[in-house]
């Protein structure tokens, strides 16, 4: 019986280690990077005073988009709802400045934009709150 009572604070412990790990696997960063560097995601610039309203992702592997304009390929947008949109970009249109490494296993998600990406060791998967979204490799993007 003693030998129990002395466990008593070893219950809430590893509540907590189980607990712990999942809260920090969870990344807000205005600016990331996944797959070594051969992505790049973050908010999308927005107006001041007003909350970010897209996630903008960047990588070799997204297509143009189908119409012809200025700018560099390699861009996707992906708001709260809707499906995913190609781009085209002349400028730094990410928010953030200082990029963040999110490595296998770590989720993104920020406060205003409903959108949660997943990342694993060969693929990012991000979706919005419609179900929509897009999962990009080191070579391939496809949308959902």
């Known amino acids: 019986m003693r030998d129990v009572s002395r466990l008593w604070w070893a219950v809430p412990l590893c509540a907590l280690g189980l607990v712990t790990p999942a809260l920090a696997s ?37 297509p143009a ?8 390929p390699g861009f996707v947008f992906l708001g709260s709802t809707g499906r995913p949109s190609l781009a085209r970009l002349s400028q730094d249109s990410f928010a953030g400045t200082r990029a963040v490494g999110l490595a296998s296993g770590r989720s993104w998600e920020i406060g205003p934009i409903s959108v949660t990406c997943e990342i694993s060791a060969h693929a990012v998967r991000c979706a919005n709150r419609t179900h929509h979204g897009f999962t990009i490799t080191a070579n391939a993007y496809r949308p959902f």
Not at 36 to 44: D, E, F, H, I, Q
Not at 48 to 57: A, G, N, T, V
Not at 65 to 72: H, T, Y
């Open 65 to 72: 988009p189908k119409a012809k304009g200025v700018g560099d």
């Open 26 to 62: 969870t990344s807000s960063a205005q600016l990331w990077t996944a797959l070594g560097g051969r992505l790049t995601c973050g908010v999308a610039i927005h107006p001041p005073d007003s909350p970010p309203m897209r996630l903008l992702c960047s990588a070799r592997a997204v």
